[in-house]
């Protein structure tokens, strides 16, 4: 699975001016840490804030414009994309390690330009065709990645295209 675009978080904000763009923005929320400090990062088309604080030290930085990533080119789950021309809405991360437990939910909304059931066809066929077994139920696809993480991609009408979640739980 490719969640490098994710770390380190700020390697990948792009502030940029363009109000075409702003209202396609994705709306990011990251929220890492353990018990000696953390990252908390919100953004999105009105801008965001990026908080780092540790033992004796913390940032606080406001993100002035909106934030342009190129997700969907940089995700994967063991080398199967989203279907071809979906685009990102919202990533949602929770990675922390605090009291020895050590955990990850990753949330990426998503619209796709087909009907649920193509859209998860498609994958469910790019998944067998890189030996990733999932199980389908509806429009629904589960499976666990080569890595270990479970992650399951949830298919919804929105009119005659679909939108859509990949929940990816790494312990």
Known sequence: MRLAFLIPPMMFLAACGSDEKAKDATEVSINAGDDQGGVQIKAGKDG???KIGGEGASIDINIPDFVDLDIES?????????YPGS???TVD??????????KAVVKLGF???AAPTK???WMAGEFAKKGVKVTRTGNMLAG?????AD?????APDGATAKGEVVIVKS
């Open 93 to 102: 991360v929770d990675a922390n390690d605090k009291n020895g437990a050590d």
């Open 87 to 89: 685009k990102v809405t």
């Open 48 to 50: 965001g804030n990026i």
């Open 111 to 113: 619209t796709s330009p």
């Open 74 to 82: 940089d995700f994967d789950i063991d080398g199967v994309k989203l």
């Open 144 to 148: 666990k990645d080569k890595d270990g």
């Open 119 to 121: 859209a998860a066809d």
């Open 151 to 155: 992650f399951r991609i949830n298919f």
